[in-house]
């Protein structure tokens, strides 16, 4: 019985490897290799500074998003002991070695602060008293003497609408009394 037929015509050898000029499926020549691996790379190092650039962005909006929440707006942002520039709604703080307007020393209760709003003198009346009381501890000295000194204190008590709102401390600052720049903290001064 003859041998099955491999598809060749008659007496026809299949070619020899290498025979032909068509190359198989998915064969690259050296140059071909070396050409895709060079891409391969400049895609792997494109991607890297890619990569890179998101966490960089990132990175700089969270710091922007927790500098902005962590600024001091108003005078109840600032903690006793801070100096600042500007008014009592709009704070920049600064060291207090630093030319300033305003230093925090102290942040007074009110005598009942779940009484009804005793009015704007009323509330800034017993607000500067305790001012008055608490700068004996912060300067260490009387009212009296820190005028003499050239202090001037400026009780910031609340307003009707911030007594219902439960805010009922009254920030006792410290200030120059011609409205000179201070350039050192009152404390124990």
């Known amino acids: 019985m003859p041998p099955p037929s491999l598809g060749y015509r008659s007496g026809a050898l299949p070619p020899t490897p290498g025979a032909s000029g068509d190359l198989p499926p998915g064969y690259m020549t050296g140059d071909a290799r070396a050409a895709r691996r060079r891409s391969e790379r400049r895609k792997g190092r494109l991607m890297v500074a890619l990569g890179v650039l998101i966490v960089a962005a990132a990175v700089l909006a969270t710091l922007a998003i927790t500098a902005k929440s962590n600024k001091k707006e108003t005078v109840a942002d600032i903690d006793v002991g801070e100096c600042f520039t500007g008014g009592p709604n709009d704070v920049e703080t600064v060291d207090c070695s ?13 005598p ?55 805010e009922t401390d009254t920030y006792c600052l410290a ?6 720049a201070l350039d050192a903290s009152i404390k124990g001064s």
């Open 175 to 180: 200030r120059d009394a011609d409205g000179d």
């Open 112 to 166: 009942d602060p779940a009484a009804a709003y005793p009015g704007e003198e009323t509330a800034y009346t017993d607000g500067g008293n305790a001012c008055v009381m608490a700068l004996i501890d912060y300067y260490g000295a009387t009212a009296d003497v820190a005028t003499a000194d050239g202090l001037e204190l400026e009780p910031v008590a609340p307003t009707e609408e911030q007594w219902t709102d439960g």
């Open 98 to 110: 630093e030319p300033h307007q305003f230093e925090l020393f102290a942040v007074a209760t009110a």
